[in-house]
Structure formats: C-alpha cells, structure tokens
C-alpha cells in the first residue's frame, strides 16, 4: 500500500524526487514501514542508486533514508542494507561533512545489529578507513568513529576478529591522544574513544602495545588534570569521562602490576571522590576498584596511603555503598597484609570501633572481608584482639557460628579472642 506508493513515487523520479525522498525517510521512522519497505523488491537498490548519485541534495536525502533504515533492531533490516556498506564505507572519506556523519551513524547501527555486517565490513577496510577518518578536525566527525568503533569493540567476536586488526592500524594512539587532551579537544569524543581503550584493554589479555605508547603514564597524568579541575571550574560531563578512564587503569595496572609510584594519583583519586560522592555515587566504587588494584601489591602505595594522610578519607567511605563497603575493607586488608606497622598504624584510627556495626551487616562478602580483615590485624597486633573483646567484639562473632560460608572464619577468630593475654 502506502510504503509501495513512496517507494514508486522515489522510482519514478516523478514530481520532486527529492521531496518523495523526504517523505519516504519520515515514513522510516516506523518499525513495522522499516520491515515492509525491505521486503518490496528493488527497494534498497532503489536507495543505493540515488545515495550514490552525483546529486549532492539527493544523495544527502537518500542517506538520511538509510540513516533511519538503522535504526531498526530486526537483523533482517540490518541485513537488508548489507550492499549499502561498501558504499557508507566509501562516502566515510569524502568532503561533505553532513554527509561523513551520517554514515558514520548509519554503520554503527548497522554494526550493532547485524554480524553478518560487521563480517563484510572487516574485508571491506573498515579499520583502515576509520584511521584515516579519526585524524579529522571535526569533532562530530571524531564522535561518530568513536561511536563505530565502541560498537565493533563490544561485538561477541571482537577478541579474536576486530581487536588485533584496531591494534594493527595507527587507532591506538590517535585514542589516546584524543581521550588525553579531552579537556582541551571534545569532551563528546574523549568519552567514546574512552570506553573504546576500555573495551580493549578488558577484553584482550595482552596489552603490550597500549603499554609501549604509554598508556600508564599518559592516563595517570589525565586524571592528574582532571582532579585539579574539580573544584573551581569542572566542565560539565566531566564524570562521564572519569568513569572509563578509571577503569582503563585500573585494569592496566591489574594485567600488568607496574604501579603508579605516584603519590600525586592517590590525591586525584581521593580529590575525585569527594568532588562526585553525592551527585555520581557510581565513581565511587571506580575509585575505590582503582585503588584495590593500586595498593594489591603494592607497599609504595600502602605507605603513601598512611604518609599523606588519607586513611580518615578512605576509612569514611566504609559505609558508602553496599560495593564500596566490600571494596574499602579489601584495601585495607591490602595494608594489613603489609605486617605489623600498616596494622599500628590502622588500628590508631577508630578502626576496631567502625568494624564492629560491619559483622551485623546482612552482606555475606562483606562480613567475609571484615573476618579476614581482624584476622591480619589479630596476626601482626594480638594486642588486638584484647581491645576488640572489650568493646563487645565476640557477641558479634558468635552471631556467625551458624553461618555456613563464615562460620569457620569466625570460630577462627573466636579462639584467638578467648585466648587468655600472653598465651
């Protein structure tokens, strides 16, 4: 009916074809006209022939038609496009910036949907062509490549099939340069290039490369400049860009344990924390992951923790969040671990006294990382112990007893409380 009526009024050429072609394109923003308009034979080598036609204003035209054709989240639509994408790929790296955008959008949604897309795409050259497109002035333009390569890094097959071919292509340290100046640059493509190197670095086991340009030091020192932005003048969405950049390193610093070595990182990171923990609770647990992974194995990092003072800090976020809870005991019990004078210097802080609410908590892990903290504190200082025993520690122990997951932790920890002193 009416779908087939647009699609040969935009055959025909007949009346303004251009205004036929608008018509068509708002009619595509329906789902169901999507799935008719497919099914209709010649349909998409109608669209094909006009967005490649010399005719700047049809082209752009029949571009937005494709451009909504994406949007669909039915594989057969996404599929349907499929002679499209040697095309979009092509038009990626000509001198109409509308039209560069558009393609850029249309075969990231493309790329979402279908894998039989982003099969051809790879043959096709995309990675090749993305490199050229993200040496680009324009900042719309950097967005869309981010925005394509976020949804081809995300793919199921991206370990094996897309990641080695992006570290192959000069992409990597054109995205870290991008993320690195995005207070200077575009916040909007710092952000998506961000979340790329994540997609990357947490999916591939292997970051040697990403390593060789840098990335440690380049990303410590971006956070560096994202902290002593906070509290005059943040530009606004500054968390957005925290948050992946967080992860980046915070996962760099897990796969390689090369660490910071930089006082200056834990000051950013706690200068982050205060800026966002009331309206972006989110970054807290990124900070706090961080800062596992930066005190794991670490005594650098434990010590600086206690030289610059930041254990009130840290020791105030212990009932932030559910997660944040378990992420704080966890570092801390990094210090502990460390021997006899971390754990002086934790239990000179109220520690005994803000651990003991903790056991009551309904949240088996985090009880479990509360034992295993007293344990090492009871280890290195059995001095301890005596003090946790007079402010009421072993009721709060025997409630665990019955637990099956804890209860030997527990009874663990009960002997060493009812030990007469000097045993």
């Known amino acids: 009916g009416q779908v087939q009526e647009l699609l040969r009024a935009v055959q025909r050429g007949s009346e303004d074809r251009k205004r036929s072609l608008g018509r068509l394109r708002r009619a595509l923003q329906n789902e169901d006209t999507q799935q008719k308009f497919v099914r209709l034979d010649g349909s998409v080598r109608t669209l094909t022939g006009l967005f490649t036609s010399s005719l700047a204003d049809l082209q752009l035209e029949a571009a937005r038609c494709l451009h909504e054709l994406s949007h669909s989240s039915v594989p057969a639509v996404a599929e349907a496009c499929l002679p499209v ?20 959008y249309t075969l990231g949604n493309l790329i979402v949907e279908s894998e039989a897309v982003r099969k051809q795409l790879l043959p096709q050259g995309i990675i090749p062509v993305l490199a050229s497109c ?101 530009p606004e969405g500054l968390e957005l860009l925290v948050c992946p950049v967080l992860r980046c390193l915070g996962n760099l610093l897990a796969q390689t344990g090369c660490q910071g070595q930089d006082g200056r990182l834990l000051i950013a990171l706690f200068l982050i924390l205060q800026c966002f923990l009331q309206q972006h609770p989110f970054l807290v647990q990124e900070c706090l992951w961080l800062l596992n992974n930066l005190t794991a194995d670490d005594p650098f990092s434990c010590s600086a923790l206690l030289s610059l003072d930041l254990l009130p800090a840290l020791l105030q976020l212990l009932t932030c969040s559910q997660m944040g809870t378990v992420l704080v005991l966890t570092v801390l019990c990094n210090m502990a671990e460390k021997g006899q004078f971390q754990c002086q210097q934790l239990l000179q802080q109220p520690l005994l006294a803000q651990l003991l609410p903790l056991l009551t908590l309904p ?35 025997e409630q665990h007893q019955s637990t099956p997951e804890l209860q030997e932790r527990a009874q663990a920890l009960l002997d060493v409380v009812r030990q007469p002193p000097g045993a």
């Open 85 to 104: 994408t040697s095309y979009l790929l092509t038009y990626l790296l000509g001198h109409s910036l509308e039209l560069t955008e558009l393609c850029l």
């Open 363 to 397: 949240d088996p892990e985090a009880v479990g990382q509360c034992l295993e903290l007293l344990h090492l504190l009871f280890l290195h200082c059995p001095e301890a112990a005596a003090d946790f025993t007079r402010q009421g520690g072993h009721q709060a122990l």
């Open 134 to 234: 993200i040496q680009s002035p324009h900042e719309a333009v950097l967005e869309g490549v981010g925005y394509v390569l976020s949804q081809l890094l995300q793919a199921k097959e991206a370990p094996t099939e897309i990641i080695p071919l992006v570290l192959d292509s000069a992409l990597p340290q054109h995205m870290l340069q991008l993320v690195c100046s995005g207070l200077k640059a575009g916040m909007g493509a710092a952000v998506e290039f961000a979340w790329c190197l994540h997609y990357i670095i947490c999916r591939h086991k292997d970051n040697v490369l990403l390593l060789a340009l840098g990335a440690v030091p380049a990303l410590t020192s971006l956070l560096l400049d994202l902290a002593s932005q906070i509290p005059q003048d943040a």
